[in-house]
């Protein structure tokens, strides 16, 4: 599996990796360095939310962070704040309101698109699902740093 993020940092997995995977944070400054855990969104299941998450990312929204539940609450609203809903869509947030972007600077960005209300929910719950174990307790704990990337099927031939 590869993944192209912005700013471009190449990722190849092995087939069959589960996330989150854990890989060199590619911004460590440390010997050695600090990991950063990668956080997906499927395209072949949440294709628009994953489709929204590559716009972002090609627009310049950084893809990374730490995990900030406590602050989630207030981003959302923050940031859906000006955006109107439409029946059966939802406000789709990049990177997803977990993420506290602001810890690394200049990138305090976010996108905002409507999109299919199933669609969004099921990244959501994915992405939950994938910093939370099946009881609800955290397995990738706050003040973790995270890049959220879209993962998205190759292109129809």
Known sequence: MDATLSPPIKVTLPAGTVFPATIPNPHSTTTPKETIT?????????PEAAEHAQEAIDEGIGPGGVIDRPGAERRRRRRIA??????NKDRDEYPPAVIDNTVYPGNDDH???????????GAGVSIKNQITDPDGK???TNGTPVIVIPVLPPPKK
Not at 111 to 121: K, T, W
Request: glycine residues 4%; charged residues 30%; proline residues 7%.
């Open 38 to 46: 990668l956080i997906v969104i499927n395209g072949e299941k949440y």
């Open 82 to 87: 000006n955006v109107q809903t439409e029946p």
């Open 111 to 121: 996108d905002i698109e409507l999109i299919d209300s199933s669609d969004n929910r």
């Open 138 to 140: 955290p397995i990738v």
